[in-house]
């Protein structure tokens, strides 16, 4: 018992690690953000970007301030909410390799990780610029993070593919490059792709390789965690669709429908990267 006890101690101590690592560069992220915010306070930073639509005639109701950095703070400031899950991804990723998981398991959680912290400076770009190219990144970093997590479950169905008789080889560098080469193709035709097809595609696509997963093997956290998912991705739509329609609060208030979206997909990224992420 004392053997096991001195065994588990190191992983649960670098859990701890985890925990203040992601905090002080959540706290740097932000407070260099502040800074550069600051800093550039009236001076229309993206005044040579091509406008976005949203500029001139508004999706959301936060209030736009041209003049200033983030154009709309709330629905900038928000997006840290995925780059806190992408810090939170990767740092257990690598707790988990030491002491649960596996190199290739790990490399998939990286790449999330990575995809999630893309999805963070995208949509962060589009709401502080509301400029075309914004929106472009914007729309691309919303399927990447979609596009690992297929990826991953393909390989998993498929590790090898091989002849009979034969190991085969590892799926795996073959359908991390697809998922980016895949994200260079969308960004490239993004104006020629409507994400209203495709976003929905994709979240479909997850949604049926994770129902598949549970009906398989419905552990606890797995349950739980997709259950969260779907809870978070309703609620998200909800208040997304309040705000489009200006039901969800006033322009000048920080608590915003589109803000609350970033904060609740962000809990439901995180809430499907966990329902299938081994124990230390």
Known sequence: MLESAQHERPGMKLVWKVHLIVFLLTLCSG?????????????????????????????????????????????????????????????????????SGGPTQTMWSVLYGMAC????????????????????????????????????????????IGFAGQSGVATW?????????????????????????????????????????????????????LLTAVIALFLAVACRELDVQRRFSNAQTPLQGHAFWHLLTAVALMAVWNSDRRSA
């Open 173 to 225: 560098p073959m359908l991390s490059g697809l998922v980016f080469a895949t994200t260079l193709l969308l960004y490239h035709y993004k104006w020629s792709l409507s994400s209203g097809v495709i976003l929905p595609l994709l979240i479909l696509f997850v949604a049926v390789f994770a129902l598949r997963d549970l009906l398989r093997d419905a552990t606890r956290r797995r349950t739980v965690s």
């Open 117 to 160: 912290c893309f999805l963070a400076v995208g949509s962060g770009v589009f709401h502080a610029s509301l400029s075309r190219w914004g929106q472009q990144l914007d729309v691309t970093a919303m399927y990447t993070p979609l596009l690992v997590l297929i990826g991953e479950a393909i390989w998993r169905r498929f590790p090898r």
């Open 31 to 99: 407070l260099s953000l502040a800074v550069l915010e600051r800093s550039q306070r009236g001076k229309n930073f993206w005044r040579d970007l091509d406008a976005a639509r949203e500029l001139r005639q508004p999706a959301y109701s936060e209030q736009i301030d041209a003049d200033n950095l983030f154009r709309t703070r709330s629905n900038t400031w928000s997006n840290l909410a995925y780059a806190v899950v992408g810090f939170y991804v990767v740092g257990f990723a690598l707790h988990d390799v030491r002491w």
